[in-house]
């Protein structure tokens, strides 16, 4: 039997290490503060609306029973149903699931969308699970969360070691629980799917195809090429990869790579598709990759570039790497990759970020696309996913660069105030309850 524990807000002793929540509060109250946000409307803003923690049982192959805790915030719905990822992984806890709730919400109010945001997961490495284990504990933890998520309430999607696979299972498992007439009008629970269970084309790419698309927006307003960058990866799963394929394509070069298991670097230059075929064969590592040199963990921030994309997970750029950094732009393809004073380094140093919730939200503009598809009933082709998803994303980078140089701040803070006045007009027009 599944517990379900409702989660309250406590004073904790401070960690040494500065938290992703601590993060995400800083810089929406520093934005809140640039903006002038109405105090009643930044109390609401700076505390999530739900937080659902279950534990549940899983029988493993072996007839062993294991019990999971899995987790589900629910920052903020003034615009829309919650919106956000669900990522399987040891470091998932209720703090990094605020905090990253918090960042969707931002993210969804940025693009003009009608999102508000949520994230989850599970606490568990899913590389010591079997498929049909995976499938069982997903199966279970959606059965846990029944109606804490729903297509026009809570809509999850992939996010770190999750995929379309892991969207699919839930959605059956969800849709099996509803009622006959009800079950094929709520495929669009999940986003993310297969394509041949309601998916949207090109949903795989859109991540890292928003994260290219930044950069190049970015160029151009420099007017900058993009043939001859140097540009180095951290993680090499899908926004990384297709990040580095849609750059390679510009003529931009890939010299260093790093992942759960090493790092490599090569200032000639490294195949994308020849390292992304070694990784799939290799167990997804891309240890001993044959056309670059192993490099030191350590040393991989202070690879000569120019472009630099943390696409992996939350605080990778600390102040004890920051200084280290070679690159003029960082394009945060991870969400929360550097920390606050990761950041004041960099600035200080003259280097542009490209913030998370403006370059990494190519995925949740196609997931809007994808809940738009299934909601009406149609069937989206790629070019015509590609054509919106270029426009929507000039549409929220010229917003972004524009809203910078006028008040003259980074772009983070500027994203940050164009994301929070929207939502901030909603509350305004509508009113608080009751």
Request: some cysteine.
């Amino acid at each position: 039997m599944a517990t379900m524990t409702a989660v309250k807000d406590k004073k904790t002793k401070k960690a040494p290490v500065r938290g992703m929540m601590d993060n995400v509060l800083e810089q929406f109250n520093s934005a809140a503060d640039q903006v002038g946000l109405h105090p009643n409307i930044r109390k609401i803003l700076a505390i999530t609306n739900n937080e659902i923690i279950v534990n549940f049982p899983v029988k493993m192959d072996n007839g062993d029973v294991e019990i999971f805790t899995g987790y589900r915030v629910q920052h903020n719905n003034a615009l829309g149903p919650y919106k956000g990822g669900l990522r399987y992984h040891p470091t998932v806890d209720i703090d990094a699931a605020r905090a990253l709730a918090m960042w969707m919400t931002w993210k969804t109010s940025l693009a003009g969308l009608p999102y508000g945001g949520g994230k989850g997961g599970i606490k568990l490495d899913p590389s010591k699970y079997s498929q049909g284990e995976l499938e069982r504990i997903t199966r279970r933890f959606t059965f846990a969360l029944a109606d804490n998520i729903g297509p026009e309430h809570d809509i999850p999607a992939p996010d770190v070691n999750t995929s379309s696979q892991t969207m699919a299972w839930i959605a059956d498992t969800y849709m099996s629980t509803r009622p006959p007439a009800e079950r094929t009008a709520n495929q669009h629970v999940v986003t993310g799917k297969p394509e041949g269970s309601g998916g949207l084309e090109g949903r795989d790419r859109a991540t890292g195809y928003g994260v290219y698309l930044n950069i190049k927006y970015w160029a151009q307003r420099k007017n900058e090429k993009l043939k001859g960058k140097k540009f180095i990866v951290q993680g090499f799963g899908n926004v990384g990869y297709w990040a580095a394929h849609f750059l390679e394509e510009e003529g931009a070069k890939l010299v260093a790579v790093q992942d759960a298991f090493g790092s490599i670097e090569n200032q000639k230059g490294i195949t994308v598709e020849d390292l992304f075929n070694y990784s799939k064969a290799n167990n997804g590592s891309i240890v001993d990759f044959p056309e670059a040199k192993s490099l030191q963990k350590e040393n991989f921030y202070s690879t000569t570039c120019d472009i630099c994309i943390p696409a992996a997970l939350g605080n990778q750029i600390t102040k004890e790497n920051a200084g280290d950094i070679k690159a003029t732009l960082i394009a945060e393809g991870a969400n929360g990759p550097t920390n606050v004073e990761g950041e004041k380094i960099l600035l200080e140093k003259g280097v542009t970020i490209i913030p998370d919730i403006l370059c990494n939200s190519g995925g949740v503009v196609a997931s809007y696309f994808e809940w738009l598809q299934n909601r009406n009933g149609e069937l989206w082709q790629l070019e015509d996913v590609i054509a919106k998803l270029d426009k929507k994303m000039k549409d929220s980078f010229d917003k972004v660069y524009e809203y910078s140089e006028s008040e003259a701040m980074d772009f983070r803070t500027a994203a940050y105030c164009i994301a929070i006045k929207r939502i901030e007009k909603a509350y305004i027009q509508r009113g608080i309850f009751p």
